[in-house]
């Protein structure tokens, strides 16, 4: 299956919040005032928020008006290239080391997906014939790093971990000395997100930082922010404190197979200026797609 089918799958409950109440409203209407207002409240309904909404559908006000649409069955294409154009700016490339090994720090809240999306990171680098470290340093729970040790068997790669309880910069400055000395390509550092204690997520993460630039110049390559997609408005709220606590660079939006709320992604990318990396489509290790702006937006705008 293509990218494209794969986003559409992916995002039918999404999908529906926006065309469920509006297909039957469009049939032998003129397009007027009101299917515009109409629009708006859809796009607000499927998690889109307030100002991108309203900034999604001025836009496609705009682009009717240059193309003289009267037609309302012309109205998703143009929403759909008023949400590419949301887009626009999103880079998906994932940025790479010049040399040594390439480091990934991933932050969020429990239970989101990190140690997931690690482990299906760390199967499509294994194919790609990387060679990958896992760093368990959210040390927090011995669930957490019991879970990522089998996501490390299932992808083939090693897992530098302590005991629960251990200092995740140590943690994290063992799988950079691994990773050096076994010359791997790429690693992985999964954290804890307790959010709820903000100063210290902020004293923890700035102290795994400082080892990390120290250890590994340039690094990290990317700051990777993990959201539930499932949770709509509450990702958004999560992105914006996120930033507060660390320099995001990129951001990864889970478990969009099966919600309604996929909308989300655009009042993040747009208001917040966090470009997104990744979606994942499923529990699976093949359910992680690169993001993809134009299969995003057809996924969602055309009915
Ligand atoms: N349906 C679906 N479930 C996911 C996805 N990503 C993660 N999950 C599930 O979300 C739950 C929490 O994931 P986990 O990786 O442990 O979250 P963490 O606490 O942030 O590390 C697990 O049951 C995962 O299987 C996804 O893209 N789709
Ligand atoms: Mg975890």
Redesign the pocket.
Known sequence: MGLFDKFRRGLEKSREAVWGRLTGVFQGRKLDESLYEQMEEALIAADMGVDTSLWMVERVRQLARQEKLSDPAGLPVLLQRAMEEAFADNDARMRTAEAGPTLYLVV??????????IGKLAARYGKEGRKVILAAA?TFRAA?IE?LVEWGTRAGCDVVRHSQGADPAAVVYDAIAAAKARRADVVLC?TA?RLHNKAHLMAELAKVNKVIARELPGAPHEVLL?V?GTTGQNALAQAKAFKEVVSVTGLVV?????TAKGGVVVPIVREEGIPVKW?????GID??EPFDAASFAAGICRP
Do not use: H, I, R, S
């Open positions: 969020g809240v429990n239970g989101v997906g990190k140690t997931t999306t959210d957490a879970q999964d997100g993990v539930d889970t478990k969009l197979d099966g979606v994942g489509l499923g529990e359910d992680l």
